[in-house]
């Protein structure tokens, strides 16, 4: 609750949240904080039903590599695609120090997926030119 207060996060829409037994409260107050979007890529959660069935809970230093499981500044709210097949168990803490703040870990991770997807725009360009896509027949 102290974290919570100090994000200013309301309070009775995580509450509501957590009131539909779909939500844990942690869960919800960084979905709330992350103003219901990818915390990496800004993907909009609340588009579509298949939009918020991408949603994740990703801990920003990884578990794995030392970090905090309950902390509500380790939590971002992510969709499947940067947390699984873009950061996955990448320690942001790599590229902004071990003493970075949480806008600067989420910083280092926002950069790091957009590497990523830019090394795979040529095959995705690829693709693209194989089976003749153009945007209008999306």
Request: positive net charge.
């Amino acid at each position: 609750t102290n974290q919570r207060a100090r994000m200013n996060i309301p309070s009775a829409v995580v509450n509501n949240l957590v009131s539909t037994k779909r939500w844990s409260l942690g869960t919800a107050t960084a979905f709330v904080r992350a103003t219901h979007r990818c915390e990496y890529c800004s993907f909009d959660f609340l588009e579509s039903v298949e939009a918020l069935k991408q949603m994740e809970v990703d801990h920003i230093v990884p578990l794995s590599k030392g970090g905090e499981p309950a902390d509500l500044d380790n939590l971002a709210i992510a969709c499947r695609h940067c947390n699984f097949h873009l950061k996955r168990r990448w320690d942001p803490r790599s590229v902004a120090g071990e003493a970075a703040t949480r806008d600067d870990l989420l910083a280092a991770v926002r950069a790091h997926i957009i590497s990523l997807k830019e090394a795979r725009m040529p095959w995705l360009r690829e693709v693209r030119s194989i089976v003749g896509y153009t945007k209008s027949s999306a």
